[in-house]
């Protein structure tokens, strides 16, 4: 590995990221602590998993709420901050101007965590909705999202007030993920919440927010990013861009629709599943697309930023695959209700989300801070715990939940036999996991590290020459 | 896409669609459904819950539950469900009308439950409790949904058969009487009309959809 730069130049540092450094730093800080804490949490859940006896006697460790909690740090904590972050940023460089409003970041901060830490205690004492990706109590639910729209501010500006009329696909994704979520976010709660639906449409709101918060917000935060970053560091244009608007437009207007899927056989109307499993194969043009336009992100060239990114969509474009397969009748049946959808979740979360985030983050902080990042073998110790933690942790799920669906379809055997069958596999997953937190908590480290030497640094940061901006591994 | 405008309500058409599809549509199917007034029996089903059961519900809820059982069960050729003795006909949408918060699940870690109080172990609603409590079959016990207090006077009648100090014994709190009561509750047997032709297709036709 050696340190290269491949496409920062002093001009980049500009006056846009000076004047973003302390709010974005702030999002991106909160949202690492909050990853670290919800590996945590996810490592106890686990844990529990194949050993049930496992802290159940404390009333709010039971693994139902561990899994909650952990799900709920996730997504709100890490995923939204780092997402938010990152999409703020690119925005207001593709915009051509400083971002504007930057104080209601600030308080949108403090309230979206303080709306976590509430949710966490909520969780933990018994107001959980039960509902998946929103298990937020209900009195959390209006304070997030206020404090969503205080942190997207900036983003609103930066495009309404963008200086070029011609607008890049990675500022549609932006665009669309942030004025999405709170449309979906205040149905569902509108919906689940404070005038609940009646009987199965409770599940069928749910599976449509917990498909919408994915396709039409975490994997267009995801893909804001890639699509920036792909092209700037390779220092390329996107590949057959003529397609990215049939790619942008299919995830938009298919993506909500595949919500039924894991509802295939149950209690709701036939025609919800069957338009799930052909919204899930529609999808692939999107998958397609997407990697027809960013396959240059597997030329890495030895950019720690673009290898991040690679990873994150290779993930992403597996999960498309197999979300297209588990929605078909004949494997649904034998998948369904098993961790294979646990798996499933991981590789879009844990791999296809945050991996292209870490990309992003790798790249971003050096500009804000005008400071490298400051250990390489940190940088390093990461890369490989992240890609390690994240491939065990899947497979094993997976293989667990393939063991289990075997199991499940015979009526013979028992769940005591199945759980042993499955214990193996899910101790495997626990070193994943394990190994996930440990390469997270590095990289909080290392933020640390590198934001310090900033504010320590005697000369301007804008100032120090361009190849040391971005450790690059090779 | 130079127009910003159009591309906002682009955004906003997306989104609606699958609103109105998947949100709406299934509103207006299922909606209006309401419980099947049976005149044979003289009364309607699903029966409401008890309201002991309905509180039974909320700890169901709160201590999550739901992330290991679920309460669906799929159609006799669609899996192992009705081998599994877990239901002889699917669950369908008439079953859920009358619950507050409906619990389907995602996950069978242990059981599917949308039939538990027709089972042998939900009648014994003491050994129930005792499972509760121990655990069973890799089912965590849930201890602080039990007291141990001691012995003043008499032994209480609702005391678990289970080792406690000298002088003490282990009682169910409320929230543990309530979930078992919500569990015994769980029973849909009933015949709906819309539930009655799947099993004779099912049994004609090997392995059809």
Request: glycine share 10%; with cysteine; proline share 5%.
């Amino acid at each position: 590995m050696t340190t290269a730069s491949t496409a920062a130049t002093t001009a980049e540092v500009t006056e846009i990221d000076a004047s973003a450094r302390c709010p974005l730093l702030l999002l991106i800080g909160t949202a690492l602590l909050w990853l670290v804490v919800s590996g945590a949490l996810a490592l106890l859940n686990l844990v529990q998993l194949h050993t049930p006896a496992y802290a159940a006697a404390c009333s709010v460790m039971t693994y139902g709420r561990t899994q909650a909690m952990a799900e709920t740090t996730f997504i709100y904590g890490w995923a939204a901050s780092a997402g938010l972050a990152v999409t703020l940023w690119i925005l207001g460089r593709l915009g051509g101007s400083p971002l504007r409003s930057l104080n209601w970041v600030g308080a949108g901060v403090i309230f979206w965590n303080l709306g976590i830490v509430l949710a966490l205690v909520g969780i933990a004492t018994g107001d959980a909705t039960s509902h998946a990706w929103l298990q937020l109590p209900r009195y959390v639910q209006p304070l997030m999202l206020v404090a969503y729209g205080a942190i997207a501010v900036p983003g609103v500006l930066a495009w309404t007030g963008r200086r070029q009329e011609t607008t890049y696909a990675a500022q549609w994704y932006a665009v669309a993920a942030l004025f999405l979520f709170p449309w979906l976010f205040s149905a569902a709660q509108v919906l689940l919440t404070f005038v609940p639906t009646r009987g199965v449409l409770q599940a069928l709101v749910a599976g449509w927010y917990v498909q919408g918060a994915w396709t039409l917000w975490l994997a267009p935060l995801a893909l804001t990013a890639a699509y920036y970053l792909v092209p700037k560091v390779q220092g390329r244009p996107v590949s057959h861009y003529e397609y990215t608007a049939l790619g942008f437009w299919t995830l938009l207007f298919v993506g909500a629709w595949t919500g039924g899927r894991h509802l295939i056989g149950g209690p709701i109307p036939a025609w919800v599943a069957t338009v799930a499993a052909v919204a899930c194969a529609l999808l692939l043009i999107h998958y397609i697309i997407v990697a027809l336009n960013l396959r240059g992100a597997f030329h890495t060239g030895g950019s720690t930023v673009l290898r991040f990114v690679a990873l994150g969509l290779g993930a992403y474009l597996l999960g498309g695959v197999l979300d297209a397969v588990t929605a078909i009748r004949g494997v649904a049946v034998a998948t369904q209700f098993t961790l294979v959808s646990a798996a499933q979740t991981q590789l879009a979360l844990s791999g296809a989300f945050t991996l292209t985030l870490f990309g992003a983050i790798y790249f971003l902080v050096p500009r804000i801070t005008g400071q490298p990042w400051a250990s390489l073998s940190l940088l390093r110790a990461h890369f490989y715990s992240a890609l390690i933690g994240t491939v065990i942790l899947v497979v094993a799920l997976a293989a667990a939940g393939f063991i289990q669906g075997q199991d499940l379809a015979n009526p013979d055997v028992t769940f005591a036999s199945i759980a042993a069958h499955l214990r193996p596999w899910l101790l495997v997953a626990t070193a994943g996991q394990a190994v996930i937190l440990i390469g997270n908590f590095l990289l909080l480290i290392h933020l640390g590290r590198t934001v310090c030497a900033a504010r320590h640094a005697a000369a301007p940061a804008t100032f120090r020459p361009a190849p040391t901006m971005e450790a690059s591994a090779s | 896409m130079k127009n910003g405008l159009t591309f906002f309500l682009g955004l906003f058409v997306a989104l609606a669609l699958s609103f109105t599809g998947i949100v709406l549509g299934s509103h207006a199917q299922l909606g209006g459904l309401a419980p099947y007034y049976d005149e044979n029996e003289g009364k309607a089903f699903p029966e409401r819950m008890p309201g002991l059961a309905a509180r039974g519900q909320l700890v169901y809820q709160d201590v999550g539950c739901a992330a290991c059982h679920t309460q669906q069960v799929r159609r006799p050729d669609f899996g192992s469900d009705k081998a599994r003795g877990w239901g002889d006909r699917q669950s369908v949408a008439r079953d859920y009308v009358s619950q507050a918060s409906v619990q389907l699940g995602e996950n069978r870690i242990g059981p599917d439950l949308a039939n538990f109080g027709s089972r042998a172990l939900a009648v014994d609603a003491d050994r129930l409790t005792k499972y509760l409590y121990e655990g069973h079959e890799g089912m965590p016990g849930f201890r602080f949904l039990f007291e141990t207090r001691k012995v003043v006077g008499e032994r209480s009648a609702k005391a678990l058969d289970v080792p406690a100090p000298a002088g003490s014994e282990v009682v169910p709190t409320h929230r543990a009487e309530a979930l078992v009561a919500y569990l015994q509750s769980l029973n849909n047997v009933y015949e709906y009309p819309e539930a009655r032709p799947v099993e004779p297709a099912a049994e004609t036709k090997e392995g059809g959809k």
